[in-house]
Antibody
Framework: QVQLKESGPVLVQASETLSLTCTVS????????VIWVRQPPGKGLEWMGIIWRNGNTDYNSALKSRLSINRDTSKSQVFLKMNSLQTDDTAIYYC??????WGQGVMVTVSS | DVVMTQTPPSLSVAIGQSVSISCKSSQSLVASDKNTYLNWLLQSPGRSPKRLIYQVSKLDSGVPDRFSGSGSEKDFTLKISRVEAEDLGVYYCLQGTHLPRTFGGGTKLELK
């Protein structure tokens, strides 16, 4: 059974760095890519970036300067780091495998 | 970036009614492998998104055949026949052909 679960702090101060972890089960990160998507409160979905099965990454150009995605295949974990947070980075952050399986999301609030 | 334009932004329906949602892309979604990577997702209130349809018209496992997708190139439609209460929420189209992946703005399906 394919599962993904996001974890990380729910409150981050502005200008600091957000670190989130997506822990997966039921598949190998060397066979599937993992995508990060976020959703500000009451708004739509935004594709943030992907780490492909070969470990390469692609990012939303609007976030590229602040965002990095990495992984530890032995732990079945994918990591998102985004620096210089602002209040408009407040959102639910999801990880997904190919948009067919999603985590429950983690609500991150950026406080000024 | 490919812009995905969804209409209408909201729909008020009665149970048992049929509805259609339109999604238009600013570029052709036909990929170099000749496939068209257009997805439809449903986000029920308070839940993670769930993919219903991929590659324009292929239903994900467990999705009722009341849902159908059609279209080509830049013009796509999701049809729901005989709406049920569990179908209420926000529908998103999502293109998976070009990087960055992009979502439509969403169509909120509400009960009349």
């Amino acid at each position: 059974q394919v599962q993904l679960k996001e974890s990380g702090p729910v409150l981050v101060q502005a200008s600091e760095t957000l670190s989130l972890t997506c822990t997966v089960s039921g598949f190998s990160l060397t066979n599937y890519g993992v995508i990060w998507v976020r959703q500000p409160p009451g708004k739509g979905l935004e594709w943030m970036g992907i780490i492909w099965r070969n470990g390469n990454t692609d990012y939303n150009s609007a976030l590229k300067s602040r965002l990095s995605i990495n992984r530890d295949t032995s732990k079945s974990q994918v990591f998102l780091k985004m620096n210089s947070l602002q209040t408009d980075d407040t959102a639910i952050y999801y990880c997904t495998r190919g948009f067919g399986a999603w985590g429950q999301g983690v609500m991150v609030t950026v406080s000024s | 970036d490919v812009v995905m334009t969804q209409t209408p932004p909201s729909l008020s329906v009665a149970i048992g009614q049929s509805v259609s949602i339109s999604c238009k892309s600013s570029q052709s979604l036909v990929a170099s492998d000749k496939n068209t990577y257009l997805n439809w997702l449903l986000q029920s209130p308070g839940r993670s998104p769930k993919r219903l349809i991929y590659q324009v018209s292929k239903l994900d496992s467990g999705v009722p055949d009341r849902f159908s997708g059609s279209g080509s190139e830049k013009d796509f439609t999701l049809k729901i026949s005989r709406v049920e209460a569990e179908d209420l929420g926000v529908y998103y189209c999502l293109q998976g052909t070009h990087l960055p992946r992009t979502f439509g703005g969403g169509t909120k399906l509400e009960l009349k």
